[in-house]
């Protein structure tokens, strides 16, 4: 079997793979880091997202293959070298951005893509933007409150 | 999915070379054709990355032309063409979502050919021409019904030309689940005459709305159009719309891409 | 009393943490050392009789290690319903076998009939295909009125039947209810569906079997909202495995929303596996599986009349509903469209007559049992799209008919004509508060502006109430439950005094880590975070009856807070041993247990350390530890109610509906934490706006799934919402729990899909369209159709 080798979370890391495994396989079984997750077979849900070389990508519709050589970002490499929460987290946890968490780590990763390209988003933006991850949870309000926050604009806390 | 060998050509003519062995196919961004072969519709015996192919990404103009490599991917045409030929951008930026949008090409997209994807209508609506290793192909030859084409099994789309019009506007209306254009509809203006492409409606896959161009070739404006809609005879029905429904819906789309244009 | 973070106040929830970092742990993430990959063979076709299923090819594959089919479970027990209904002319409902593996016939697409165990998963896929099975496809019983005609094509051909039963609330009202409408100056009738939902919990099911071969344990790690039960199913029912010999744990979960409730077939499957490979056995389920064997919602098919008098008074309300029940029983499937549809038929209204009426019925399909709301959504929405419809033939404003049929204030507690007894609620003030807070005064001029951009626009309004907290042993009894629906906690105070509590309910979104704790740091004084709850392992906790019908906080939590009040007293005891007072003049307050009338006092922690390391307690009044169990067994129901309003505009040339607004008016009782209860309720209504307008589980008439896959069954997504504006400061607390909360997860999934098609019939009527209904979901197609004739 093939070994691919890839910088993830800015670690150097060697994995063995089939010509068919996807990156999230390779991810989740090859190197144990379970934090992607897969919701669906059809490129629909989200759940895997992760950034290859700086762009948000559903990594269960990529072969490993394809991402050899290449810088992953996962959500295990979000959260501050001390471990405490990045910005964009922490707005999640202050707006009740998640439920379950299991669509939380494709929405953090297309969430941190979106302020990457767009730092000032409006709703409608955010809105657009999340097209391609499903949260079956929240009705996405805190999602959106948590993005606006974590970008500098102001929301009323959804709490009543 | 079942395994396959897989390469990963560095040019046009590695490329070639690997598509002539049994059961090869291109592998562009795989936004369709992974899935597919997760649920072992698909089973290629070699996979040919397109990815890494020296000369096949990139949007480029050349006069009135814009030419976009075969594996450019949706996100970059939709930022790189925005100012060159904004309505072929702002098509680009409504396919799938941002991650599919990373991944996906333009070769891919055209070599499947999906009856309800987008960039087949800004294809055959701009009149584009689609070159491959072997020739040049043009659009209204190309799209040959569902996921049909005139591709030889081993041809590999290394580059998509679009004659950049006066103005053009895209418009689909989303089938609510796939997020595909349950009805999509380009429109363009060129100097020499009007084109109108649909997807996402017919039976027959892609196709000009030969009626409405003429309509708009006298006059480019929405009341040209009035009241007219597709043919239902030709129309798919389905869960997400009735045949009379997506008929209808060809109708306003037209329209709202005629004033889309400005 | 209230500590920080205790009753009432918004504390941000601790659990977020491990899921925003990546450090969750979901079944699916646990892989034991040596464990094989299990993958099914399911039915292509909707029935099938099965005349051979040969496995030898398969079982020479690369890596397989075994092959199961459904004879191989011939011998061991089925899958059983949990309540027993009594048809109408007294005979108990057909209750067909529901075996682990199809055996002798397939009856839904997706039926698994057998199923590979591989070194890989891709091996046992692989060996899934070479399975040679013969099948004879059979005409598939798919649309309910003609299964019901028909005894010719059956899906069990054992009962001789495609009905499960008829079932009739209340049998003592049929004739009065019959006799009220005959005879009243008004009746509105309407023909409905309640639209088939896919749950589509994010996280898929998965399920690993486990056997220590040395002790003759198993061990089920599975996604399940209620461990305890699936536990109790596999003993008592299915493999006849000892209680005490099979764990049962579920550990963080992608969500349920009832599709986790029961018990399915897989999880035997993979226990027996394990036991004959003495090798752990994973299965997890792909979306595609999901949309073919997850126990699906709702789908009935309605006819519901109102009687009422000339100014809108009601009168009566009959319903006659076929409630599909798919293939097979599931657990829950038989008390969904009869105690928990209609027991709520009388709605928030002081209406004298109701009858319901309940016919359900086997199908080719896939089972259908309770999915977020159960019941109560298919009864709101009969109720309030037909008082919606009798208000339009009456000129009355909406908000005032149902206004003239509260219950009042002063009328609690209220015995309604389907059979229960409300407790308490202010419906009025809901109404008052929905008014302003949505703005209603202001729906003319917003539709004024809306006209002048060619959109449609109208006003949905709502008025809902629910039963929560499935529960009273008794009288869930008296109906035909096979269980009691009490729950139970232990609370664990350690020695250096944090706590541990062991609960029965199952937390997968809905925040029992922060909220629990916030319970118990108020009754202690201390700080919630040294509270912490266990929760999803059977080894671990007493008992439980798990998470479903908004009861967690209202029954598990009751149960949290009698096993608190029970260490309260005995801590006090231990209080007054250190101080050498007597116990009755021990006061606790703050963290503190104080002699009164004096200054001696011992902290809360002092007492806990002292309750692990005593060395004079008199041994016959204390004895050492400080630990106590509750078991909660509620007096009733609880009784959330709501007002919500929903304005949409239509797009007239292509029927899109756009949500512009949704406001949701609840009375939640008590809420323990607000940001939760405002999260549940947000979610709740974005399943209630997928059912109205997007969402759809559509078979063909052969039995095939059409929207079976995400590219076909459309859940909302973030751009086909609006903002949420969710209210439930209205509230009046529960009198029967000790905390006086209701229960919050189910309200928005209940009170806004009448509200949402309210709002459009409204829309299309304001544009000039004479449209009564258009059902669910209000897809565009089915605006625009419905628009032109």
Known sequence: MPTITMNV???????????????????REGLGMTGTHIGCDTSQCGACVVHVNGKAVKSCTIFALEADGADVETIEGQAHADGSLNVLQQAFQDHHGLQCGFCTPGMIMSAAALLKENPKPTEAEIRDYLEGNICRCTGYQGIVDAIMAASGQSTAIAAE | MYNFEFTKPKTVEEAATAMAAEGAQALGGGQTLIPTMKQRLASPEVLVSMTDIEGMVGVAAHGNTLTIGGATTHAQVAADAADLFPGLAALASGIGDPAVRNRGTIGGSLANNDPAACYPAGALGSGATVTTNKRDITADDYFQGMFETALDEDEIITSVSFPIPEKANYQKFEQPASRFALVGVFAAKFNDGVRVAVTGASNVGVHRWTEAETALNSNFSESAIDGMSGNANDMIADLHGSAKYRAHLVGVLTRRAVAGCG | MAADGGMGHATKRR???????????????????????????????????????????????????AVFKGEDFAEVGGNPAGWAIVSRDGTPMQEPKRPVLAHGKVRHVGDAYAAVIAETLEQAMDAVEAIDADIDELDAVIDMAGALANDNTLVHDEIGTNMCFDWGWIEDNRAATEEAIKNAPHVTTLKLVNNRLVPNAL?????????????????????????????????????????????????????????????????????AAAKKLNRPVKWTSTRTEAFLSDAHGRDHVT??????EKDGTFIAFRTET???????????????????HGTLMAGNYTVPNVYVNVKTVFTNTAPVDAYRGAGRPEATFSLERVIDKAARELGINPVEIRRKNFVKPDQFPYASAAGLEYDSGNYDALMDGLEMRADLAGFEARCTTSAKNGKLRGLGINSYIEACGIAPSNLVGVLGSRIGLYDAATVRVNATGNISVMVGAH????????????????MLGIDPMSVEIVHGDTSKIPFGMGTYGSRSLAVCGSAVFRATEKIIKK?????????????????????????KGTNKKVSFGDVALKAYIPHDFPIEAIEPGLEETAFYDPANFTYPAGAYACEVEVDPDTGKVEICSMVAMDDFGNVVNP??????????????????????????????????SLMDYAMPRADDLPNLVVDHSNATACTHNPIGVKGCGEAGAIGSPPTVVNAVIDALQRGGHDVEHIDMPVSPGRVWAAMNG
């Open chain 3, 322 to 340: 076929m409630a599909n029940v798919g293939a097979y029983l599931s657990n829950f499937s038989t008390v969904t469209p009869t105690f928990l």
């Open chain 3, 15 to 65: 659990e977020d943490v491990r899921f925003l970092t990546g450090r969750g742990k979901y079944t699916d993430d646990y892989t034991p050392a040596k464990t094989s990959y299990c993958a099914f063979a399911r039915s292509t076709v909707a029935n099938g009789k099965i005349n051979s299923i040969d496995t030898t090819a398969a079982a020479e594959m690369p890596g397989v290690v």
């Open chain 3, 675 to 708: 940001l939760i209860v405002t999260g549940q309720v947000q979610g709740g209504l974005a399943q209630g706006i997928g059912q109205a307008l997007l969402e759809h589980g559509v078979y063909d008439e052969n039995g095939q799934l059409l929207s079976g």
């Open chain 3, 203 to 271: 996280e898929p099911r998965c399920s690993i079997g486990e056997y220590d071969p040395g002790t003759g344990d198993y061990r089920l790690t599975t996604t399940s909202q209620n461990p305890h039960l699936t536990r109790l199913l596999i003993s008592a029912f299915v493999l006849g495995i000892a209680e005490n010999k099979l764990t049962v744990h579920s550990p963080d979960m992608g969500g349920g929303f009832g599709s986790k409730i029961y018990h399915y077939g897989e999880e035997a499957l993979v226990l």
């Open chain 3, 303 to 308: 006819k519901i009349e109102l009687a009422c």
């Open chain 1, 9 to 27: 979370n800015g670690a150097p890391v060697s994995v063995e793979v089939e010509n068919r495994t996807v990156l999230s396989s390779a991810l």
């Open chain 3, 571 to 595: 801590a006090t005891l231990i209080a007054a041993h250190m101080v050498e007072a007597k116990p009755e003049d021990v006061n606790f307050t703050d963290g503190e247990f104080a002699v």
């Open chain 3, 507 to 522: 937390s997968h979104g809905q925040g029992h880590e922060t909220a629990f704790p916030q319970v118990v740091a108020d």
